[in-house]
């Protein structure tokens, strides 16, 4: 089928991909040479947004970075006279490109639809052998289902790892006369798009996870948790129930069986914390997202007081392909303790940055410079943070760490839920540390003494720091309170609030130090600890700063070298920032 | 407190609509703030009359949930991501740009009640760093000069 396909997803849209979606629709009907229009979710090569497909049904020709002028000529040259617009290419079947690398070192199976389907049409879904997973586990025991997937060693990708297949065991176990199975969609760590992703691209994976876990712990209802912030991964879900229930997919008596599933959506309100379990389940009750004690643990006493099973999306995703391949062959493809793949979403300073499938067990560096390219115009390596802003930063020394769980752990860092940010020379790790500090303490439910006090205290030490005021004292004390605070909250966000401050001051002291003793920021960042000065040498008195600097603080006639008020500046960098000479920088 | 007297119609469509279902208040309270546009303070009163839940409960979820406002809101929310990307990206001077632009700072509304700033968490496009949402669009790739020029754009479409 001759098709021009769009990809519309939000990072898609983010980049322009309306506008060209618009521009595609008024050039195909006016050419009316039979390609069709349509759309699909993003590919995970977000670094090349927005992307266009071009098909006949078996050659397939994929364009990036187009934009309406791009567009223009995809169907000029392309579609009416068959001529590829190599400049804008990305992949396709007929030859090897640069990016060509992005992809094939990926093993894609959560991914497997993303970019390749209509996401709104169930049809597209059955044809790659959709729901085939589902019918297989409905037609075993709980117990034979369980029991694959516990052979398959897949644990939680949410972030704690927990085993899944022991997870379900423990909510098949209890007895009640109502079980919820509810999906974690609330991906609140910043640098995480992975589930968002799965979730505008591939909906119904996720229902067929759930229907399938559903089953073998012997929840009758179940709630998809899902961020406000994603309104069309909501959009989505809700036209993919629709379609299930449709087809009896979904809803009483699912294909004759007599087991019965119905799903409802629930919208997170915009707090962080109800990623964690427990105050997830507070959420959907209608409260206040605090977390509790456990035990009783929610496979025991869950969602008002029944066995609830909680699984996070990507980890749902991916249960039809291990039912499909078969355990083994999954666990086969992980690493020691954690089987399978991990999506990792890959940002920062990287040439190409986006969503990464790679079996378990893959090291840093091959992730970071392989796949992703390596540093963005060349620039010197600093730090990854992983994991979140409650996972930890790493240095270059560190890159052969392979990633899976355990390997993980003794470094600081975690897998978490697969975010990678990469720094380059240009970040401050202090500056870094404070920032996802202040992340956790504005999220801090409050309940706990240790994480509400303790992650302030640490936060004001940092703000010291950072502003020039620390002291060496400081970095003792943001170890110790940081050890307490992680031993004693009551949940994961207080548990792990202190791992970026931690991990920062055991792998980049000396940044501490420079700005303890020197009152120096080395990276150029901290805006007390540094000045902006303008190179007489470059500046050819343009007075495009002149007139963006909020401050006023720029002086220099048209065509003559301007300088920099000291006294007026506030170190915003706006200045900088539109310099077309490079001619300022901060010190 | 709001000292305009307004339509508790719309609201009594939504409590209908969620009658006896369990675990409503969010959805509720997000249904009347899609409405409103915040959530009033007179309205949360007779909800609470009606339903039984109490207004400290009430106000204990709409306290909590950052998505929640208890004042009236701009016509368009600013929303810009300060998550890990955009923060590495550049959020800072996007932001700063915007209070500059607009004279508000965080959680303010413009004096023309036309734009009200919101600082979020993350959403999701970390590829496309450092990131801007106005409405229901969102924009990659926004230097603090591209979100200036959005901004000006839509104060002229408002006549401003």
Redesign the interface.
């Known amino acids: 089928m001759q098709k021009v396909i769009v990809g519309y997803g939000?990072?898609g849209?983010?980049?322009g991909a309306k506008e060209v979606h618009d521009i595609l629709d008024e050039e195909l009907k006016a050419l009316n040479n039979g390609y069709k229009l349509d759309v699909t979710s993003c590919m995970g090569m977000?670094?090349r947004?927005p992307m266009v497909e071009v098909t006949d049904g078996t050659k397939r020709f994929v364009y990036g970075d187009v934009n309406k002028k791009v567009a223009k000529q995809i169907i000029e040259d392309h579609v009416k006279s068959g001529q590829v617009v190599e400049k804008n290419l990305v992949i396709s079947t007929e030859s090897q490109t640069e990016d060509q690398k992005f992809i094939d070192a990926q093993t894609r199976l959560v991914l497997k639809n993303c970019g390749q389907i209509n996401p709104e049409r169930i049809e597209d879904y059955l044809a790659t052998g959709g729901y085939e997973s589902a019918k297989k586990a409905l037609a075993m025991t709980t117990e034979e289902l369980r029991d694959l997937v516990l052979k398959s060693n897949i644990r939680g990708r949410g972030g704690a790892g927990f085993p899944t297949g022991l997870k379900w065991n423990f909510a098949a176990a209890s007895k009640a006369d109502q079980k919820y199975f509810i999906c974690n969609a609330d991906?609140?760590?910043?640098?995480?798009?992975m589930d968002?992703s799965v979730l505008e691209g591939d909906p119904h994976a996720v229902l067929e996870g759930m229907l399938i876990g559903s089953y073998a712990i012997g929840a009758t209802e179940g709630y998809i948790y899902c961020r406000?912030?994603?309104?069309l991964a909501i959009k989505r879900l809700k036209i993919a129930i629709k379609q299930a229930e449709e087809k009896n997919l979904l809803g009483d008596n699912i294909l004759g069986t007599g087991f019965s599933l119905h799903i409802k959506i629930?919208?997170?309100?915009?707090?962080?914390v109800c990623g964690e379990e427990t105050a997830l389940m507070a959420?959907?009750?209608?409260?206040?997202?605090m977390p509790r004690m456990r035990p009783p643990f929610p496979a025991v006493s869950g969602l008002?007081a029944k066995p609830t099973n909680i699984n996070n999306v990507e980890t749902l995703a991916a249960i039809p392909r291990i039912i499909e391949m078969g355990a083994e062959k999954y666990a086969a493809m992980g690493h020691e303790k954690s089987g399978g793949t991990k999506v990792f979403?890959v940002?920062?300073?990287v040439k190409r940055?986006?969503l990464v499938e790679v079996p378990m067990g893959i090291t840093l560096k091959e992730l970071i410079f392989d796949i992703a390219g390596g540093i963005q115009d060349d620039k010197e390596f600093k730090a990854v943070?992983l994991g979140?802003?409650t996972g930890g930063c790493l240095t270059y020394d560190l890159l052969d760490t392979p990633v899976d769980y355990e390997s993980l752990m003794k470094t600081g860092a975690v897998v978490g839920s697969g975010?990678l940010?990469v720094?380059d020379t240009s970040?401050c790790m202090v500056d870094?540390a404070r920032?996802?500090l202040s992340?956790a303490q504005?999220?801090s439910?409050g309940k706990c003494t240790p994480c509400r006090i303790g992650t302030k205290r640490m936060l004001e030490i940092l703000n010291a720091i950072t502003e020039g005021r620390g002291t060496e004292e400081h970095i003792e004390e943001l170890k110790s309170i940081g050890a307490q605070v992680k031993q004693s909250s009551l949940c994961a966000l207080g548990g792990t609030a202190p791992n970026p401050v931690l991990t920062t001051i055991r792998y980049f002291e000396d940044e501490y130090l420079a700005h303890i003793k020197d009152k120096r920021c080395p990276a150029g960042v901290c805006r007390d600890l540094i000045t902006i000065y303008i190179n007489k040498d470059l500046c050819p008195g343009c007075e495009i700063c002149k007139k963006e600097c909020?401050q006023e603080a720029i002086v220099g006639e048209r065509k003559s070298p301007h300088e920099i008020d000291q006294e007026k500046c506030i170190q915003?960098?706006?200045c900088l920032?539109?310099c077309p000479f490079n001619a300022i920088y901060a010190e | 407190m709001t000292t305009e007297v307004l339509d508790f119609k719309p609201t009594q469509k939504i409590l209908d609509k969620f009658e006896g279902k369990?675990?409503?208040?969010?959805?509720i309270?997000?249904n009347i703030q899609e409405e409103y546009g915040f959530l009033p303070e007179g309205i949360l009163n007779q909800v609470s009359v009606k339903t039984g839940i109490p207004m400290s409960?009430m106000f204990?979820?709409a306290t909590?949930?950052?998505?929640?406002r208890l004042k009236p809101r701009g016509k368009y929310t600013i929303r810009v991501?300060?998550?890990?990307?955009?923060?590495?990206?550049?959020a800072a001077?996007l932001s700063?740009?915007i209070e500059?632009e607009l004279g508000i700072k965080d959680k303010e509304t413009s004096e023309d009640k036309l734009f009200t700033l919101e600082v979020?968490?993350?959403?999701?496009?970390?590829?496309?760093?450092p990131?801007m949402m106005v409405g229901?669009e969102?924009?990659?790739?926004c230097?603090?000069?591209k979100a200036t020029k959005i901004l000006r754009k839509i104060k002229k479409e408002e006549g401003q």
């Open positions: 939000s990072c849209i983010a980049a977000c670094y947004e991906e609140g760590d910043p640098g995480a798009f968002r406000a912030e994603y309104p629930k919208e997170g309100a915009g707090a962080f959420s959907i009750e209608g409260y206040r997202g008002w979403a940002t920062g300073k940055s986006g943070q979140g802003p975010g940010v720094a970040t870094m920032f996802f992340f504005n999220e439910c909020p915003c960098k706006i920032g539109s | 369990k675990g409503s208040l969010i959805p309270l997000q409960q204990g979820v909590f949930y950052a998505q929640f991501c300060h998550g890990t990307a955009c923060h590495v990206g550049g001077q700063e740009a500059h979020v968490a993350c959403l999701g496009c970390c590829s496309l760093a990131v229901e969102t924009y990659g790739r230097s603090p000069d």
